[in-house]
């Protein structure tokens, strides 16, 4: 008695998980939750949000810094409660695929043959000839592109069954989309790194991780160039780095000119290029001595400009400005007056002693990630796409029964009713104009 207990309250747990409702429910509640994730920026420090959530602040209710945390909203799509809703959503339309929607497909094929028209529900159109020949009728189906099946004195005809079909595709490719979500969300692993030019890196500024991920073997990295283009107004149009990847021995696997939207691919792991900056310039002083001066970043309403002050002598200093890479540098002295403009390698004079810019240092900013289910997402939603549209198709079935001397003749349509009722009606007319 227990055990069908048990077995009853499993059997309603799963009918209700796989109602269609349960599912609509779950699909929005994983839409409110992206909602969510958009508006609440995503794997930021904790000062950040300590600073934009305070807890005593009118403009954001009740939503603070602590609750952010406690709930796991700043890393909202890797929390296990977001997991487990993926999950529950996934079992729902696994099982509502298998226990409906193939099924429904399976018995709408046993509705081929009938005893009586009036045993179909929902009918669209039906009709009864007084002269009946059920040649004609095939070829008036024929006429109209659908696929006839006769059997003694019944005949069952359809269109349009990549609609019918399309419906259990759309529930596939749902679970494809989920299953590749989860394998990333486990598997996958999203680092952020600020490189110099002509360094090494390796991978360790990881900003998030899935409890299957691990990071790629023997793979290490070098920066050989980073440049900048321009637009003709100075803005910028695009930034590259020359990356190298090379193994443990020094041995070059491979190497690409990355840009914004052009990655380098190897082995499942991407490098996107999405940052940069100016770390520092080295200046050579006279003919022998050279110096590395730290850049200070500083913002002037939209623009940004990199600054620092080098010394002339104990009691004088001047401001060096850099705007961009393709602009000349500017020198300043502390009053605000502009002494000069020059560029690389250009030599300016200074108490009788000579110095020159021989290089900005840059830094390129690499976002490194690996997302093992990222070719099911793309399958999934190619899947999706295409069996949405199909599934706008309608599917139309007639049936026509010869009973004595009388031919009557039903159909039925899932969608696209008028179109369905000139079919029926041109079928009528061809059917009289050959049956006399």
């Known amino acids: 008695m227990k055990l069908l207990t048990i077995k009853n309250i499993t059997w309603n747990t799963v009918k209700k998980i796989a109602n269609l409702n349960f599912s609509i429910i779950m699909l929005l509640l994983i839409a409110l939750i992206?909602?969510?994730?958009?508006?609440?920026?995503?794997?930021?420090?904790?000062?950040?949000?300590?600073?934009?959530?305070?807890?005593?602040?009118?403009?954001?209710?009740?939503?603070?810094?602590?609750?952010?945390?406690?709930?796991?909203?700043?890393?909202?799509?890797?929390?296990?409660?977001f997991s487990s809703i993926l999950i529950l959503f996934f079992f729902s339309i696994s099982i509502c695929t298998f226990s409906?929607?193939?099924?429904?497909?399976?018995?709408?094929?046993?509705?081929?043959?009938?005893?009586?028209?009036?045993?179909?529900?929902?009918?669209?159109?039906?009709?009864?000839?007084?002269?009946?020949?059920?040649?004609?009728?095939?070829?008036?189906l024929n006429y109209q592109n659908y696929y006839v099946f006769h059997k003694n004195n019944s005949i069952y005809a359809y269109k349009g069954l990549l609609g019918r079909i399309a419906p259990i595709f759309v529930h596939v490719s749902i679970i494809l989309v989920l299953i590749g979500s989860i394998t990333g969300l486990?598997?996958?692993?999203?680092?952020?790194?600020?490189?110099?030019?002509?360094?090494?890196?390796?991978?360790?500024?990881?900003?998030?991780?899935?409890?299957?991920?691990?990071?790629?073997?023997?793979?290490?990295?070098?920066?050989?160039?980073?440049?900048?283009?321009?637009?003709?107004?100075?803005?910028?149009?695009?930034?590259?780095?020359?990356?190298?990847?090379?193994?443990?021995?020094?041995?070059n696997i491979t190497k690409k000119r990355i840009a914004v939207n052009s990655p380098l691919i190897f082995q499942g792991t991407t490098f996107y290029q999405t940052d940069w900056q100016i770390n520092s310039i080295r200046l050579k002083i006279g003919k022998s001595k050279t110096i590395q001066k730290k850049l200070n970043?500083?913002?002037?309403?939209?623009?940004?400009?990199?600054?620092?002050?080098?010394?002339?002598?104990?009691?004088?200093?001047?401001?060096?400005?850099?705007?961009?890479?393709?602009e000349q540098i500017l020198l300043y002295n502390f009053s605000g007056t502009l002494l000069t403009k020059i560029n690389l390698n250009e030599k300016y004079q200074i108490n009788n002693t000579y110095f020159s810019i021989q290089e900005i240092m840059t830094s390129t900013g690499l976002q490194i990630k690996t997302d093992p289910g990222i070719i099911i997402v793309y399958i999934g939603f190619f899947t999706l796409i295409v069996s949405t549209s199909i599934s706008y198709l309608s599917y139309s079935q007639i049936w026509a029964k010869s009973i004595k001397n009388n031919l009557e003749l039903a159909g039925s349509t899932n969608r696209a009713s008028l179109s369905f009722e000139e079919d029926f009606t041109t079928i009528q007319e061809i059917y009289t104009k050959y049956t006399r």
């Open 297 to 326: 970043k500083v913002s002037l309403g939209n623009q940004n400009l990199w600054v620092c002050s080098f010394p002339v002598n104990s009691n004088e200093e001047i401001l060096i400005i850099i705007k961009d890479l393709k």
């Open 100 to 140: 409906r929607q193939l099924p429904s497909l399976k018995k709408a094929r046993n509705w081929k043959f009938l005893q009586k028209i009036s045993n179909i529900k929902n009918l669209l159109n039906i009709t009864s000839f007084y002269q009946k020949s059920l040649c004609n009728v095939i070829y008036s």
């Open 34 to 81: 992206s909602i969510i994730g958009t508006i609440i920026e995503q794997n930021q420090n904790l000062i950040y949000y300590q600073i934009n959530y305070p807890i005593r602040n009118i403009f954001t209710i009740h939503l603070n810094w602590q609750i952010i945390t406690f709930l796991g909203i700043d890393h909202i799509y890797s929390t296990w409660w």
């Open 186 to 251: 486990m598997g996958g692993f999203m680092a952020q790194e600020m490189i110099p030019c002509n360094e090494i890196f390796h991978i360790n500024n990881i900003i998030k991780a899935g409890s299957k991920s691990h990071l790629p073997e023997n793979l290490i990295g070098k920066i050989q160039d980073f440049s900048i283009e321009y637009h003709q107004n100075n803005s910028i149009k695009q930034f590259f780095s020359s990356i190298e990847l090379i193994d443990n021995q020094g041995n």
